[in-house]
């Protein structure tokens, strides 16, 4: 059974930064996608960022380019999400996604995305 388990989520000043972390399990992901989501209150969920597990070749909204660095550990068993520099605008619920697939098209649609993980808040004051 895939599972996707996000933590690391917290509240934090303007300026600060925070490592979200994407636990997964029960699938290989040496040659897939994963991607974290965001979705303020009111808002659609928008991708912020993916990695292709495969190459390590990863993709960002322009809006959180040079802030934001996805990676993976070796293993390809967690994916991670070093914010820095956060906005209140970061202001989310984050997720993190999985694609059983090493083809992807628009990789900030969340429907092109099999697997969900439950969510980690991120809140930044101003």
């Known amino acids: 059974q895939v599972q996707l388990v996000e933590s690391g989520g917290g509240s934090v000043q303007a300026g600060g930064s925070l490592r979200l972390s994407c636990a997964a399990s029960?699938?290989?992901?040496?040659?897939?996608?994963m991607g974290w989501f965001r979705q303020a209150p009111g808002k659609e969920r928008e991708g912020v960022a993916a990695i292709y597990t495969g190459s390590g070749r990863t993709f960002y909204a322009d809006s959180v380019k040079g802030r934001f660095t996805v990676s993976q550990d070796n293993a390809k068993t967690t994916l991670y999400l070093q914010m820095n520099s956060l906005k209140p605008e970061d202001t989310a619920m984050y997720y993190c996604?999985?694609?059983?697939?090493?083809?992807?098209?628009?990789?900030?649609?969340?429907?092109?995305?099999?697997?969900w993980g439950q969510g980690t808040q991120v809140t930044v004051s101003s």
């Open positions: 029960g699938y290989t992901y040496s040659n897939a996608w």
């Open positions: 996604a999985a694609r059983a697939s090493s083809v992807i098209g628009n990789w900030r649609a969340p429907g092109t995305y099999n697997y």
